[in-house]
């Protein structure tokens, strides 16, 4: 079947990456142009910067847990459970009398009054905390363990960018190969197997099978980026056959088929550099989703299992606290929200950079 | 010879119990409301293990459970009749007890609607096929079979639906002898002919029930006339007593008998029960929404229970149930150890807190086969003493715990305090050790190969964090000795599957049990016969299973406390499990509803008289 | 020209039949997955024996080759006794009563739920359908009304601050999971504004059709959210493209004011592909309706099958797999077809 591609994010990167034609000014190649075009991208550069320090942290989770935070993620300490930040000890119980006032009758009923007791309280517990000894304080309180929630969020990061990149590798390769297949072999045996195969991952409900998989095989991280991997990667072939559409029957494919160059060298030396661009911006967009998948299995008691911490499973049972321990809401959410809040935007960062001469 | 010994199913009903419990809140903790709102007086439909599971006819209350008690009781159960072998200090031998307790008064404060939410749905309201507490809390509305009830208050056996029961010089033989004018809800009487009927179907292995193997120490079970249910057994066993008195829940024979047992698209009476013997009919049930019940008029205990309407309501989300309770949504919500200091602050939320007599126990499972490090008692010792139980019991269940050292809490009329309790003393953990032969070296417990030692631990369910807080405390403890331990969270079923497994690959697991108020029921989870589904850790010990037998045959007290206490004692010696804590229970419930009254028993033994008072609007 | 069209749609009809029935091998091949086996739901009995097992395995039939039970499952096993020797390949329970045969899944007889203790699976599930219906359609409007506009609003100002916003809001509500807004925003504007219920359908007793609009609201705003950024993104790529195309430049060269422009050309060429990326997002719904059904306690068919999975109950798996997979596939096919009709630019190649 050869209906319009169905369009979206997807699509929107594939259109607009469409080969330059007549449009150079300088002596430029098109990576150095990419480059400058995102070197211009404040936004984007910030998203780099920021993810770049996501990474960092959680690459570097373990020195920084043991030398600048002082605390192991797996230590428990039962007398310091769901403790506050240490720098808010003070400030904690004001801003709980703060909010009963205004329980009482709504808005109009609330102490502000206290809000300069509480900022008083914050700066000095900061300070006091930036001068105390490591392994004192806990910059992000502790959870119902007395475990350090900082450093399991740093940690946390490690498992799920590793099931982002791990997913989107999986799925990349996946989709780019059999894209690249079905595009290159289009309307022949070979093509119509791999569409039926899209289809049927398309057509059924993959979350629903994503979730009986993982009860019955009570995979790992690996295993479970696996899973996710293998029923994500249908977009990107769908992209990559389109793109082969339009650029198999050029002139250089034609004449490189005509000196006789195997199908792989064709597809990989001159099929593959021309959508490399899209399978970027979608591989980075997949980094995101499958952070956020993850955490959605986890609510569903099939993600990353205890103890290991993951963003997922430190989300899931965390509401309920949401008064009384509003960190062990936000640390999770916040490390969640700046990563794929970063990996966003640098993937719609490139998608324009990677289309340089475009205005 | 063997002596008797008492099916293990009881226990597979407590454990099934715990599961769900450990599913719904994180266990071990309170009970979830629809549990503790089943109504004791009469007996849940399925025999459900808290009451009508432990017969403790010859029970005292312990002082734990007679300080929440209030001392105000109507003695309403008197022995007319003593043969010689009652006299001679057994107890269950030849006597007649009668009631002369008033069941016809009806209530006074009537009407209202109370709105209970649960986190699970039933499966069916036939009383006979389903194994889970939603099930049978939904069944213990509509249904009710009683012969006997615990008293809340001295938690002895006192008559209930049965006016009298006497019991045969023998021991073998019983008498009930029902009450007349119990009526069904569409007037017709309540017989010994529907016990009898019922009884039957139940037997019949086509039907599969799922506990059948529990009714096989029954002989007989016949009605002599409309209202004479006699029962005989095989062998003097202590705790039958109890076991029958809510044995069997009858059904309408004059409905059911024309329907098939078990097609629900040919019995409607299933899923929608119309005739009923419970407090409540059903009005309405809609599949994970809600079902809705009313007063049943005719019910034979006082008539219809002061509150008019019931109502619950499924909320998957235990942390939404919650809410719903504060905003007053719902009358009762479940609390979590870490909500219950929020919880008795609420202004419209009374918290009432009691010491079950049926206790929920946690423990940490050893693994005893030969081949794994924990075959050693030695490591089994130092592992106990590795662990600062007194902090976990005070930190986890936030106060609401207290320490266990052995088989049977503080509770229990056999308790033994005089039991080795392994308190926390990494030093003499780290000398059993050396006794088994390790090395503890640079912060590591190595083996004789210079190996560190590692032990797999497994919880279940993966959701509950209760279970997750102490594997990995107890994580972090055994790595203070140099031990370290793989955790892995494991899916319920998963879990259970990994116990019962004939060849298991952990070494230690987290569990917990619901005690009984008959101790002996906890033979099943020491009997070698019942390796590997209730004794999950292998533990085999003749001597523990000779002083169980003996305890279960002689009916006499004070022979069997003392049977029970060296059994404690032997246990704790050989530490198969690490003993941690039971806990108390509690409930919430919004202050309009009133005539809650805590006992060993719970607050739902007297639901029907529980009213309603509605606030005066300001 | 209608021939070809007729032809196109037998053969996506065709195509569609084949999708539900490889739908099926793997709905069945999950049964098979299970560890331990269909019969480890037993396992809650400890005294069960192996003969126990033999017994049930011979009653339920599982004895039997993977491809007859397979055979038994779509057909049911009601006809093997026409075939010779075909009586040997019923199940136990089968042979001993005609009414216990299986009439198989073509014939909408999915078995017998193991959790729901003989409930039939099919009606479980259907009696589940309309809850999850009407989430789904609530969100897709929500989506649909805010997502076009919000789209084309944003193609229309490229570049400028309405654009940037437009962006900006749909790459924040991205960057956290779905789930986690709803239950936040329940406990929020349900636990302490009061200003939702928290979760269910309708106040029982109540179902009146204001009740039903205020306990639908939040679940169908926050499911819609998912639905709305990619129609908004569609939307605005789609006519950006068309706002490039000649004759957009040609009407506007002729002096058409604007206005009429963006109706007459732009809207109407750039919302045909708009029709779809409507077959995926109503795939999101189904798949959707899992974690949203169980956040608001909504019951649908998503809350039947967490129940069913954790449950171990493979006889409810199976249908609702199997169930959601042809409502998913006839969508696709019932949008594809609908396409083709708007659109006469269609190619009806396969």
Wanted: aromatic share 10%; glycine share 8%.
């Amino acid at each position: 079947m050869r209906r319009k591609e169905a369009p979206g994010s997807d699509a929107e990167a594939a259109v607009s990456v469409s080969i330059p034609r007549f449009r150079r000014v300088k002596e430029q190649t098109y990576w150095q142009a990419v480059l400058a075009k995102l070197l211009r991208d404040k936004l984007t550069l910030a998203a780099i910067f920021g993810l770049a320090v996501m990474v960092i942290l959680s690459v570097t989770a373990g020195w920084i847990s043991d030398q600048v935070l002082g605390f192991d993620p797996t230590t428990t300490n039962l007398t310091r459970r769901n403790a506050p930040p240490t720098w808010a000890e003070v400030a904690w119980p004001i801003f709980q009398e703060f909010t009963q006032t205004c329980q009482a009758g709504g808005v109009t009923t609330c102490r502000w009054s206290l809000w300069k007791a509480i900022f008083s309280a914050s700066l000095t517990g900061l300070r006091d905390c930036l001068a105390a000894p490591r392994g004192t304080c806990h910059w992000m309180g502790t959870d119902q363990a007395g475990r350090d929630v900082l450093s399991r969020a740093l940690y946390g990061g490690r498992i799920s960018m590793r099931i982002g990149l791990y997913v989107a590798s999986i799925s990349m390769t996946l989709g780019v190969v059999l894209g690249l297949i079905s595009g290159y072999y289009a309307a022949t045996f070979i093509d119509d197997i791999i569409n039926a195969i899209i289809q049927t991952l398309g057509s059924i409900p993959l979350l629903f099978l994503l979730i009986i998989l993982s009860r019955i095989f009570q995979p790992g991280p690996e295993g479970l980026s696996f899973l996710i991997g293998v029923f994500g990667w249908m977009g990107v072939s769908r992209l990559i056959r389109g793109q082969i559409f339009s650029i198999r029957e050029r002139e250089y494919i034609l004449a490189s088929r005509a000196i006789g160059a195997s199908i792989w060298r064709i597809l990989f030396r001159h099929i593959l550099p021309n959508v490399s661009s899209i399978v970027i911006v979608v591989g980075v967009f997949n980094v995101a989703g499958a952070i956020i998948a993850e955490a959605g299995l986890s609510y569903l008691g099939v993600g990353i299992g205890p103890p290991l911490p993951s963003w997922g499973n430190m989300m899931q049972g965390s509401l309920g606290n949401f008064t009384d321990a509003p960190w062990l809401v936000l640390a999770p959410g916040l490390f969640i929200f700046l990563t794929t809040l970063s990996i966003y935007l640098i993937g719609d960062g490139l998608r324009d950079a990677l289309d340089p001469w475009v205005k | 010879m063997k002596g008797y010994r008492y099916p293990a199913h009881w226990l597979v009903v407590i454990l099934v119990v715990c599961a769900l419990l450990a599913t719904q809140c994180a266990p071990p903790t309170t009970p979830p409301p629809e549990a503790q709102a089943t109504p004791t007086a009469i007996a849940p439909a399925t025999p459900a293990p808290t009451e009508t599971g432990a017969p403790a006819t010859e029970q005292a209350p312990t002082p734990t459970i007679a300080a929440t008690l209030e001392v105000s009781q109507q003695v309403i159960t008197q022995v007319v009749e003593e043969s010689e072998a009652a006299k001679a200090r057994e107890p269950q031998k030849g006597i007649t007890v009668v009631s002369d307790e008033d069941v016809t008064t009806p209530r006074t404060k009537r009407g209202g609607e109370y709105k209970d939410v649960a986190t699970s749905d039933a499966v069916s309201f036939h009383p006979y096929l389903t194994t889970d507490t939603a099930s049978s809390s939904y069944q213990g509305m509509v249904y009710t079979g009683g012969l006997l009830r615990l008293d809340e208050n001295t938690l002895q056996y006192i008559p209930n639906m049965a006016e009298k029961y006497s019991i045969s010089e023998d021991g073998l033989t019983f008498t009930f002898h029902l009450r007349k004018g119990m009526l069904w809800s569409d007037g017709q009487p309540i017989t010994a002919r529907d016990f009898e009927w019922t009884y039957q179907q139940v037997i019949n292995p086509a039907n599969e029930f799922p506990y059948l193997s529990q009714l096989g120490f029954i002989k007989s079970y016949k009605a002599l006339d409309d209202y004479t249910l006699e029962i005989k057994i095989d062998k003097v066993y202590c705790p039958s007593l109890g076991q029958m008195s809510g044995l069997i829940t009858p059904l309408p024979k004059h409905v059911w008998e024309k329907l098939p047992w078990n097609d629900p698209d040919k019995n409607p009476e299933m899923n929608k029960p119309s005739v009923v013997s419970g407090p409540y009919k059903l009005v309405e049930w809609k599949r994970d929404q809600y079902a809705v019940f009313e007063a049943n008029e005719n019910y034979w205990y006082h008539g219809a229970p002061n509150i008019s309407r019931y109502v619950i309501e499924i909320v998957p989300d235990q942390d939404v149930a919650y809410q719903k309770m504060k905003t007053g949504e719902s009358d009762t919500g479940p609390i979590t150890p870490d909500k219950l200091k929020e919880a008795r602050q609420l202004p419209n939320i009374t918290v009432y807190e009691w010491w079950p007599a049926a206790a929920l126990w946690s423990y940490i499972g050893l693994n005893m086969r030969p081949g794994f490090p924990t075959h050693n008692l030695h490591v089994r010792r130092g592992l106990s003493y590795a662990i600062d139980k007194d902090l976990l019991t005070e930190e986890v269940m936030q106060g609401q715990a207290k320490r266990l050292c052995s088989v049977y809490p503080e509770t229990s009329w056999v308790y033994n305090p005089d039991v080795p309790c392994y308190d926390y003393d990494p030093e003499k953990a780290i000398a059993e050790f050396k006794q088994a032969g390790y090395t503890f070296q640079d912060g590591k417990m190595l083996d004789q190969n210079g190996k560190q030692l590692r032990l797999k631990l497994i919880f279940g369910p993966n959701t509950s964090k209760t279970r997750e807080l102490i594997a990995v405390t107890v994580q972090d403890y055994l790595r203070r000795i140099g031990v370290e331990a793989d955790i892995q969270a494991m899916e319920w079923s998963t879990y259970l599957e990994a116990l019962h497994s004939n060849e298991p690959d952990w070494d230690i697991y987290i569990g917990g049990w619901q005690a009984t108020i008959e101790p002996h029921i906890m033979y099943t989870i020491w009997a070698e016969e019942n390796i590997p589904q209730l004794n999950s850790v292998a533990y085999i010990n003749k001597e523990v299973e000779r002083l169980f037998e003996e305890a279960g045959s002689n009916c006499d007290l004070e022979f069997r406390k003392e049977k029970y206490q060296q059994i404690q004692r032997i246990i704790a010696e050989d530490a198969p499990y690490i003993f941690l804590f039971y806990n108390k229970s509690w409930s919430g419930q919004n202050k309009r509803i009133k005539g809650i009254v805590p006992t060993a028993l719970g607050i739902g033994w007297n639901m029907e008289d529980w009213y309603i008072e509605e606030a005066p609007t300001p | 020209m209608r021939q070809a069209l007729t032809r196109y749609i037998i053969r996506r009809g065709l195509q569609s039949l084949f999708l539900v029935w490889i739908a099926t091998l793997i709905g069945f091949t999950i049964y098979q997955l299970a560890p331990g086996g269909p019969l480890q739901f037993l396992d809650d009995d400890p005294k069960r024996t192996a003969a126990d097992f033999d017994r049930l395995s011979a009653l339920y039939g599982l004895n039997r080759p993977i491809l007859v039970q397979y055979l038994a499952w779509l057909t049911g096993e009601d006809w093997f006794t026409i075939l010779p020797g075909g009586a040997a390949w019923q199940s136990g329970q089968c042979r001993v009563n005609a009414e216990r045969c299986g009439r198989g899944i073509l014939r909408l007889d999915f078995g017998r739920s193991f959790y729901f203790k003989g409930s039939n699976v099919i009606d479980l599930i259907v009696e589940r359908i309309p809850a999850t219906f009407m989430l789904g359609f609530s969100s897709l409007v929500i989506s649909v009304a805010v997502g076009i506009p919000s789209g084309i609003y944003a193609a229309l100002h490229r570049g400028k601050l309405p654009d940037h916003i437009i962006r900006v809001t749909t790459v924040l509500v991205n960057t956290v999971p779905e789930w986690w807004i709803g239950l936040l925003l329940l406990i929020i504007l349900g636990g302490y504004l009061r200003l939702v219920p928290l979760g269910g359908m309708e106040t029982i007793g109540d179902g009146s059709l204001p009740d039903r609009l205020h306990h639908l609201a939040l679940p169908a705003v926050v499911s819609a959210i998912s639905g709305w950024i990619s129609i908004s993104r569609i939307m605005r790529f789609e006519m950006l493209e068309v706002l490039n195309q000649d004759y957009v430049r040609t009407a506007r060269a002729k002096g058409l004011p604007e206005h009429l422009v963006i109706w007459r050309h732009v809207l109407r060429n750039a919302i045909l592909p708009f029709v779809t990326g409507l077959s995926g997002i109503f795939l999101i719904f189904l798949s959707g309706s899992i974690l949203f059904e169980l956040v608001f306690s909504w019951p649908g068919m998503g809350r039947l099958a967490v129940i069913a999975i954790n449950s171990r109950d493979y006889p409810v798996m199976m249908g609702l797999f199997v169930i959601s997979s042809f409502l998913g596939i006839m969508g696709v096919l019932m949008v594809d077809i609908l396409y083709s009709f708007v659109d006469p630019r269609v190619k009806y190649e396969l």
